[in-house]
T-cell receptor, first 111, second 114 residues
Framework: AQSVTQPDIHITVSEGASLELRCNYSYGATPYLFWYVQSPGQGLQLLLK??????LVQGIKGFEAEFKRSQSSFNLRKPSVHWSDAAEYFC?????????FGAGTTVTVRA | DSGVTQTPKHLITATGQRVTLRCSPR?????VYWYQQSLDQGLQFLIQ???????AKGNILERFSAQQFPDLHSELNLSSLELGDSALYFC?????????????FGPGTRLTVL
């Protein structure tokens, strides 16, 4: 089964700065990849997904992600972070009927 | 708001007890998934139902069971509870059972076992 790894447990970024969260997937056929965000005390909200086609995917809240097969990566980016982006971010891969999640990256935004 | 509802929001109970968590999927969705989120295990898939039938099982303990009813709502039953069962339990739904179907998550039920 495919899996994902998020190498960064915690990232601190200044408001207005750019953000990049890393996600690496295990080798296999074209993976179905997702990024979800979990705000404190909230459920998981889908930011974006990649199935095929254009490797640069646009999502909600100004996020984008780029699928790079050569690097087995699906990194999430945002050009300018807002204080409301402080949350935990999960990368996930679809395995048959289920999602397999990474350990998550907690983003702290400082003023 | 994803359209997926879960009740109760919080549940505090004692070891050895049994609880039932309830999930109502988004209107029109036929699949329901249950996930457990804990500090040591992260987010783990438990079980999936599609149109009333069990479709896939993950790391679900034998003490746990689930079902999906004709109106498509689902219940997760946890019995003989242990301290280690304390976690956030999420329900998600999707329109069908394809791998590419987006799963929409509810707000979760936080279970505390004392």
């Amino acid at each position: 089964a495919q899996s994902v790894t998020q190498p960064d447990i915690h990232i601190t970024v200044s408001e207005g700065a750019s953000l990049e969260l890393r996600c690496n997937y295990s080798y296999g056929a074209t993976p179905y990849l997702f990024w979800y965000v979990q705000s404190p005390g909230q459920g998981l909200q889908l930011l974006l997904k990649y199935f095929s086609g254009d490797t640069l995917v646009q999502g909600i809240k100004g996020f984008e992600a780029e699928f790079k097969r050569s690097q087995s990566s699906f990194n999430l980016r945002k050009p300018s972070v807002h204080w409301s982006d402080a949350a935990e971010y999960f990368c996930a891969v679809a395995n048959d009927y289920k999602l397999s999640f990474g350990a998550g990256t907690t983003v702290t935004v400082r003023a | 708001d994803s359209g997926v509802t879960q009740t109760p929001k919080h549940l505090i109970t004692a070891t050895g007890q049994r609880v039932t968590l309830r999930c109502s999927p988004r209107s029109g969705d036929l699949s329901v998934y249950w996930y457990q989120q804990s500090l040591d295990q992260g987010l783990q898939f438990l079980i999936q139902y599609y149109n009333g039938e069990e479709r896939a099982k993950g790391n679900i303990l034998e003490r746990f069971s689930a079902q999906q009813f004709p109106d498509l709502h689902s219940e997760l039953n946890l019995s003989s509870l242990e301290l280690g069962d304390s976690a956030l339990y999420f329900c998600a739904s999707s329109v069908a059972d394809r791998t590419t179907d987006t799963q929409y998550f509810g707000p979760g039920t936080r279970l505390t076992v004392l």
